[in-house]
């Protein structure tokens, strides 16, 4: 099973082909390739914030307080 990202490691991927869209030096396929790069990576970052999100909300309940986002 290959190794998950961090969040950092995704969204630095993310800005770069963000940044690679940018660019219109590019052709037509480099920038789909680009576009499809970028939601891969923008995919796994909301993935990793969900998720932290979700852990923190759990965390929240054990403690029996809840923040005003959590609730």
């Not at 770069?16 to 995919?43: M, Q, V």
């Not at 909301?46 to 932290?52: D, G, Q, S």
């Amino acid at each position: 099973m290959p190794k998950k990202k961090s969040f950092e490691e995704s969204f630095e991927k993310l800005e770069k082909a963000a940044a690679a869209l940018r660019d219109e030096s590019g052709s037509l396929e480099d920038s789909i390739k680009n576009y499809e790069e970028a939601s891969k990576y923008y995919k796994e970052c909301k993935e990793i914030l969900e998720n932290a999100r979700q852990r923190m909300l759990i965390l929240d309940k054990e403690t029996g307080e809840l923040t005003e986002e959590a609730e």
